[in-house]
């Protein structure tokens, strides 16, 4: 059941989705050769319950960390480990903040060092893709419309999207209806309207669409091993276009 969130719930999810941007904020300076993930994780585990809000992730599902790391090839929900950044990676952080029980939800993709011209490419086109989604919102647009705009841009630059993962409407749960799909029709799906949340999240490859899941029944790859990146905000659907949740 997709639901029309009150003032007072814009209100709780606009500072929950500020905690979220804040604690991308405060990582940066950390994403560097020769920290884990797990440091990484237990950084911004630290910095969310500061804020008086607890990370959404952590035990969703069953996941076991407090964010999802995912590098290079890994599309998402890259659990924290030991594995180590290294000057040239590419590293995922997706975050998530849940205050007064109500979430926000925002993943970026960050160089971690010098990256090579492919990797900068995909980078900078993913997240086009992502503002080229978001253009389209208002009421009366239809879902549809910001999955049109996000393939459309992806296609410019021969990106591969992933269609087994898509966005989601927020709320009082991390993931509630409707899905937001990174492809479709124009004039498709459910109709937009003022005080919907939702997350929009391109997540586009620098080969390959086609994606599969390791062992640990979390980590999702890329099927040729390419690089993937993901781009994701929290926005609010006003009347004549929206608003981001979880400004960094």
Do not use: Q
């Amino acid at each position: 059941m997709i639901t029309i969130k009150t003032p007072r719930e814009i209100e709780l999810m606009k500072v929950a989705g500020e905690i979220v941007g804040d604690t991308h904020h405060y990582l940066e300076p950390y994403i560097k050769p020769g920290i884990t993930t797990k440091e990484l994780n237990d950084l911004a585990e630290e910095y969310i319950l500061s804020r008086g809000a607890t990370p959404s992730f952590k035990g969703l599902y069953g996941f076991p960390g407090s964010i999802c790391i995912s590098l290079n090839e890994e599309v998402v929900h890259g659990i924290p480990g030991d594995r180590v950044l290294e000057e040239g990676d590419i590293v995922t952080l997706d975050i998530g903040a849940c205050y007064k029980g109500y979430h926000g939800d925002s993943a970026w993709t960050y160089a971690v060092g010098k990256i090579s011209k492919e990797k900068e490419m995909l980078m900078k086109h993913t997240e086009e893709s992502l503002f080229a989604g978001l253009s389209v919102i208002k009421e009366g647009a239809r879902i549809g419309d910001i999955g049109y705009a996000v393939s459309e841009c992806a296609k410019k630059y021969n990106l591969g999207v992933v269609k087994e993962l898509v966005g989601h409407g927020v709320g009082t749960s991390v993931h509630e209806d409707p899905d937001v799909p990174n492809y479709g029709s124009k004039n498709t799906g459910p109709v937009l309207k003022e005080g919907m949340v939702i997350a929009v999240e391109p997540m586009l490859n620098l080969g390959t669409a086609d994606v599969y899941m390791l062992e640990d029944d979390w980590t999702i790859i890329t099927g040729d091993l390419k690089p993937s990146a993901h781009f994701e905000h929290t926005v609010v659907v006003e009347k004549n276009g929206y608003t981001i949740l979880t400004k960094r």
